[in-house]
T-cell receptor
Framework: KNQVEQSPQSLIILEGKNCTLQ??????????LRWYKQDTGRGPVSLTI?????NTKSNGRYTATLDADTKQSSLHITASQLSDSASYIC????????????FGKGTRLHILP | SQTIHQWPATLVQPVGSPLSLECTVE??????LYWYRQAAGRGLQLLFY??????ISSEVPQNLSASRPQDRQFILSSKKLLLSDSGFYLC??????????FGNGTRLTVT
């Protein structure tokens, strides 16, 4: 069964610190993996998208990594800011034409001043 | 770039009343369109998706229906709302190998 598991479920860190969020998936064949940021009450916004051949992709202070062999991805946030408080959702697309997009349940990140 | 417009942002409706949520797409043509419902701590659940005008696929049996009368218009409807229909509804759109873009969502409360 295609699944996307994210950890931790929630995370609290102090402003200025770094953190890493994890995403493990069982989707096969694999097409691409995306990380989204979702502010409370808003729609998710795309941070990064990686295909099978990409190992890392950055977007400002956000850096995503992908290990397609172990089916793991991480999102690293550097020098966190209060505005980083949000849910971060890992999304995996299967490689077959009729495959659906599989969403993780997200990690809720709280940045404290 | 692609923009998803969704309205209203919040909606309070009594049980048994009809529902119509509208989603329109700007900046691209012939997108794939999706309706998702998000429950707290449960991730995003795909309700309907559409690959073209008049083409709707339903993912879960429910009290809701969807229609796509125009290429860039996607509508979520119900004839009679249930309490269990309360939730956060998101419209999204994409094209092949492009990021999935979301609207800002509609918070529906059925009372």
């Amino acid at each position: 069964k295609n699944q996307v598991e994210q950890s931790p479920q929630s995370l609290i860190i102090l402003e200025g610190k770094n953190c890493t969020l994890q995403c493990n998936y069982t989707v096969s064949p694999f097409s691409n993996l995306r990380w989204y940021k979702q502010d409370t009450g808003r729609g998710p916004v795309s941070l990064t998208i990686m295909t099978f051949s990409e190992n890392t992709k950055s977007n400002g202070r956000y850096t995503a990594t992908l290990d397609a062999d172990t089916k793991q991805s991480s999102l690293h946030i550097t020098a966190s800011q209060l505005s980083d408080s949000a849910s971060y959702i890992c999304v995996v697309s299967g490689g077959n034409r009729d495959d659906k997009i599989i969403f993780g349940k997200g990690t809720r990140l709280h940045i404290l001043p | 770039s692609q923009t998803i417009h969704q309205w209203p942002a919040t909606l309070v409706q009594p049980v048994g009343s009809p529902l119509s949520l509208e989603c329109t797409v700007e900046g691209t043509s012939n997108p794939n369109l999706y309706w998702y419902r998000q429950a707290a701590g449960r991730g995003l659940q795909l309700l309907f998706y559409s690959v073209g005008i008049g083409q709707i696929s339903s993912e879960v049996p429910q009290n809701l229906s969807a229609s796509r009368p125009q290429d860039r218009q996607f509508i979520l409807s119900s004839k009679k709302l249930l309490l269990s229909d309360s939730g956060f509804y998101l419209c999204a759109g994409d094209r092949l190998n492009s990021p999935l873009h979301f609207g800002n969502g509609t918070r529906l409360t059925v009372t």
